[in-house]
């Protein structure tokens, strides 16, 4: 180790903002502690390594330019290329993305892919522009962004208020900035392109499918069946909807739902599908579902059930609501929605928590396959990409779950060591050059 | 202006019940931006331009 105990010289980096990032950060801490983390990686892993701002001209429709700001934080390479999404949003800044880049690296780690963390967007707010002047925005930050980005080097991804449209027209603009022998070669630029486009099959399935896994993982590894086992889940989206999904397959049964709508409950069980079509035809919401009955928005987590699902959004079990959680396995399909005191209370009674780094990292792991695919000239079948994401998933969930039992620690300190931990190996085995 | 606040841009935010610390959210499953991507038409909220040359712009 002796390249690494050389005296890093002081830097004025901004450390990435507290706030949101306030449970990672934590996290992060603990898992340092806990693996006795040399002091030199982590004034590593502590900043970014580089953060990219670039101001950029777009002619809007009525023929007036404007001045866009587009970010790209790229947190830590140590295991691979740059990883993580673009979101367009007026809040969207520096901090923003340096933050969520640092999130990214441990994600990415974690998942055991060879990738580090990235995150980035553009300050706007896409409600006020046309398609036609969202593409030229998309296809002028693209360009400024020139060879910040690239397929071995740092691979976007879409995030919020982006999509797999905004990714085929990066895609399309790196591409052609390219020499034309070298064009089709460049196509994994990024990940989350339709399917017809270069895009995985099944992505969009990816991230509620590997919520479910984690949690037919943990019943295995209990020996426990999932029939009849009754689950709640908070958030109908895309984890959320897929996750229910399967598990019903197997025979679990749905007994509650929450989004941004409301509540509802039925215990003798909710049909997914009868629900997701309900929701379709009704402005995405689940209320007023007539097979359940409304329930009052307090009550949700107080539902009698054996696996709660939060999949929605951040701080939803904290230690104002964490004593009346009934259910014995936590799966975070959704980031950060259990905080710290939350979490305390939950292990203290004896409720196993699945983290969102390993539960919802399904989705980072299908961006891994498209990528594969691209690289690689293949075209996989959906049967292919689920078999796949089972293997991988399997691995990771093993190695938390076997990690935590060894060590005697929960679930989620266990995962950042693990990540972590990968992410020490690589400098140890390297070195800091020069 | 909190930095990670997506919830002021949503189209549930008023009546959202998942949650009441709507100045803390960075992800949300159910985020929805309002009007995304719809006819330019209805979201452009831009002043007509008088015709100019293209070169004065540069």
């Known amino acids: 180790m002796a390249t690494l105990t050389a005296e890093i010289k002081k830097r004025s980096k901004k450390a990435p903002v507290r706030g949101m990032m306030d449970n990672v950060m934590e996290q992060f801490e603990t898992a340092a502690n ?3 983390l040399h002091p030199n990686i982590k004034k590593i892993l502590s900043i970014t390594n580089n953060e990219i701002i670039v101001n950029f001209p777009v002619k809007m429709d009525n023929g007036d330019v404007e001045i866009f700001t587009g970010y790209r934080v790229q947190h830590n390479n140590a295991l691979g290329p740059y990883k993580g999404g673009l979101r367009y949003h007026p809040t969207v800044d520096i901090d923003a993305a340096r933050a969520l880049a640092m999130w990214m690296t441990w994600k990415t780690s974690l998942a055991g892919l060879p990738y580090g963390g990235g995150k980035g967007g553009i300050k706007l707010d896409p409600s006020k522009y046309s398609q036609g002047e969202l593409e030229r925005i998309t296809r002028r930050f693209t360009f400024a962004l020139a060879d910040n980005i690239g397929p071995e080097h740092d691979i976007p991804a879409p995030d919020v208020n982006t999509n797999s449209q905004t ?5 399309d603009t790196y591409m052609s900035t390219r020499p034309p022998a070298e064009r089709t070669a460049n196509q994994h630029v990024v990940t989350g392109k339709p399917a017809g486009s270069g895009g995985l099959e099944g992505r969009d399935r990816a991230t509620g499918y590997g919520v479910y896994l984690s949690i037919k993982f943990w019943a295995e590894k209990n020996n426990e069946s999932l029939k009849d086992k009754r689950f709640i889940v908070q958030g109908f989206g895309n984890v959320g909807y897929w996750a229910a999904h ?5 025979g679990a049964k749905l007994v509650a739902v929450q989004d941004a709508s409301g509540s509802i409950r039925n215990s003798s069980g909710i049909h997914v599908e ?7 035809a009704n402005n995405g919401h689940v209320s007023g579902f007539p097979e359940a009955f409304d329930l009052d928005n307090e009550k949700f987590f107080r539902t009698e059930c054996d696996i709660c699902i939060p999949a929605a959004l951040g701080n939803q079990i904290t230690k104002d609501n964490a004593k009346i959680i009934q259910a014995r396995l936590i799966a975070e399909g959704a980031n950060g929605p259990t905080n710290v005191e939350g979490e305390k209370i939950l292990l203290e009674r004896g409720i196993t928590i699945i983290p969102d780094i390993l539960c919802n990292s399904g989705g980072v792991v299908g961006s891994y396959f498209e990528w594969l695919q691209n690289r690689s000239g293949e075209l996989w079948q959906l049967d292919e990409v689920m078999a796949k994401l089972h293997k991988k998933l399997k691995e990771s969930f093993d190695k938390v779950y076997d990690y935590a039992t060894v060590e005697g620690i929960d679930m989620r300190t266990a995962a950042y060591c693990i990540a972590i931990q990968r992410i020490e190996k690589a400098y140890i085995q390297r070195g800091i050059f020069p | 202006m909190n930095p990670f606040n997506i919830c002021p841009s949503c189209s549930h935010s008023s009546t959202c019940v998942l949650t009441a610390q709507k100045d803390k959210v960075w992800s ?6 309002a009007h995304l991507f719809d006819d330019a038409s209805e979201t452009t909220k ?3 331009r008088e015709d100019k040359p293209i070169l004065e712009l540069a």
């Open chain 1, 274 to 280: 009868d629900l997701f079509n309900y929701s379709k």
């Open chain 1, 34 to 36: 806990k693996i006795n």
């Open chain 2, 28 to 33: 949300c499953s159910e985020y929805d931006e």
């Open chain 2, 46 to 48: 831009q002043p007509k």
């Open chain 1, 246 to 250: 399967f598990l019903e397959q197997d």
């Open chain 1, 167 to 171: 990714m085929a027209w990066m895609a």
